[in-house]
């Protein structure tokens, strides 16, 4: 177990010295962590608060000095959802066949993590990824179309449903100054390019002005090979430009076999056909990470699915199943370090029976998919998303902030 994976919730680290406009940080600073220890400030967000005589000031109070590994908050973070993934594909004998994961899951995870309590479909729980709420509930997203969104001028975006600005983890990289992208295999994920456009992202209200915009690149691509292709260049695009990058990376194939040919887990499946594709495609990008002299310190990988898949057959809509809610959720820091129980990392959270469903507002919580965005942004030394739940903790939400005139997009990828 890493020391960064450690601290996730046993405190809430300060990184509010070098962010600009996530309104709750400093109020979850000052509520958990009285007197707040400044850290390096690795990447690009380091340039909104170069002016804090503090950022370049690193104390022993620092809870990375406790690390054993030493580590700081990483530059680069992959977010990668493998949609419809089988916790048991990722154990013996499947997992001599997938060495990529199989690598990944050298560090913190478990295999027994959960989607969100209420839905197992694609989009509501990639929402739940990406914004860390629940599907139901006061603080729900509450988007359960599970195909295309309306176009934005229809009510196709979290917020117009929700009737509140719903922040995500791209608001607080972004607005942090990082590179940020989407790089996915299904389009009804242009729902997030909508919602966090240059007229329905929220304000960047602190200097400097990084736009409304919080999703700089935004890539469909059909082709499991072709996402893999993308995002190592993304990756190596970001290091040459010296820029902190924060990627969310979906893989679709697994799904789709899982739809046509049904979730079979075994050799000469298609189920697990696509499994090695995406085995390979994994393998890419930690190809990219290795043969980068810096991208490999400083590169963290959270990998997790919106769902299982099986229950019925060929499809994941039944909540109650185990086969579709029992889920993976790892967290990769580099090199080949040992595996741990992610669990360890969450004290106020609990492992479920294998088979268990825990319920929403059941205490306590199991690590859930809705986790990944927050701990991606632990990874990169940054505050959770506001409006988030961490178990049945609410984080405080931002006020909306989306009334002035849109500004212009910067280093927009084209729509697909
Ligand atoms: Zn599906």
């Given at each position: 177990?890493s020391?960064?994976?450690?601290r996730?919730?046993?405190?809430q680290r300060?990184?509010s010295f070098r ?7 400093a109020?979850?600073c000052?509520?958990f ?5 400044p850290?390096?400030a ?6 909104a ?5 503090s950022?370049?000031?690193p104390s022993?109070?620092n ?5 054993p590994r030493g580590?700081?908050?990483f ?12 916790p048991?594909?990722?154990?013996p ?7 990529s994961f199989?690598r990944?899951?050298?560090?913190a995870?478990t295999l027994?993590a ?5 839905i197992?479909v ?8 990406l914004t ?5 509930g006061?603080?729900?997203?509450g988007?359960?179309?599970n195909?295309d969104p309306?176009?934005?001028?229809q ?10 600005y ?11 100054g990082?590179?940020t ?5 299904k389009t009804?994920?242009?729902l ?7 007229s329905?992202g929220?304000?960047d209200?602190m200097?400097p ?6 999703i700089?690149?935004?890539t469909?691509a059909r082709?499991?090979d ?16 010296r820029v ?6 979906h893989f679709?194939?697994?799904d ?6 049904e979730?079979i887990?075994?050799p000469?499946?298609?189920y697990f ?5 995406v085995?390979a495609?994994l393998?890419a990008?930690?190809t990219?990470i ?13 990998l997790t699915t ?9 499809t994941h809509t ?7 809610f029992r889920?993976?959720?790892s ?9 741990s129980?992610l ?11 294998r ?9 306590p919580?199991?690590?859930r998919n809705?986790d990944?965005?927050?701990?991606a942004?632990?990874?990169?030394g ?9 178990g049945?903790?609410a984080?405080?939400?931002?006020p909306s902030?989306?009334?002035?005139p ?7 990828a084209?729509a697909?």
């Open positions: 177990m020391g960064m994976v450690l996730m919730f046993a405190f300060c990184p962010v600009k406009s996530v309104v709750g940080a109020l979850i000052a509520a962590h009285a007197s707040c220890a850290s390096d690795p990447n690009a967000a380091s340039n608060n170069s002016s804090n005589p950022s370049s000031n022993s109070s809870p990375s000095s406790t690390s580590e700081r908050p530059r680069h973070v992959l977010l990668i959802s493998v949609d419809g993934l089988r048991d594909a990722l154990e004998p499947f997992l001599a066949s997938l060495p199989a990944l899951l050298r560090g995870h027994d959960r989607t969100d309590a209420d197992t694609t989009l509501p729980n990639h929402t739940g990824m860390g709420r629940p599907f139901d006061p603080n729900g997203h988007w359960k179309l195909d309306p176009g934005r001028t009510g196709g975006t979290l917020h117009a449903l929700k009737g509140a719903i922040s995500s983890v791209f608001d607080v990289a972004h607005d942090a990082l590179s992208a989407m790089t996915v295999g009804k994920f242009w997030f390019e909508q919602s966090y456009s240059s329905n929220a304000l209200t200097p002005d990084f736009g409304r915009a919080k700089d690149f935004f469909y082709e499991t072709g996402v893999a292709r993308v995002v190592a260049e993304r990756l190596r695009d970001a290091f040459a430009r902190g990058s924060l990627d969310f990376v679709a194939a697994p789709a076999a899982g739809h046509a040919h979730w887990l075994a000469d499946s298609r056909a696509a499994l090695l594709e085995d495609a393998g990008i930690l990219a290795d043969q980068t002299p810096g991208l490999a310190a400083r590169t963290a990988i959270v919106d769902h299982g898949g099986g229950a019925p057959a060929k039944d909540v109650l199943s185990p086969l579709n889920i993976p959720l967290v990769w820091e580099g090199g080949d370090g040992e595996p129980d669990y360890a990392a969450f004290p106020d959270r609990a492992r479920p029976a088979d268990k469903r825990i319920a929403r507002d059941e205490s919580q199991p690590i809705a990944a965005g927050n701990l942004l632990e990874l990169l940054l505050p959770p998303i506001p409006g988030s739940m961490r049945l903790v984080i405080p939400a931002a902030l989306t009334s002035a849109a500004s212009p997009d910067k280093n927009k084209p697909p």
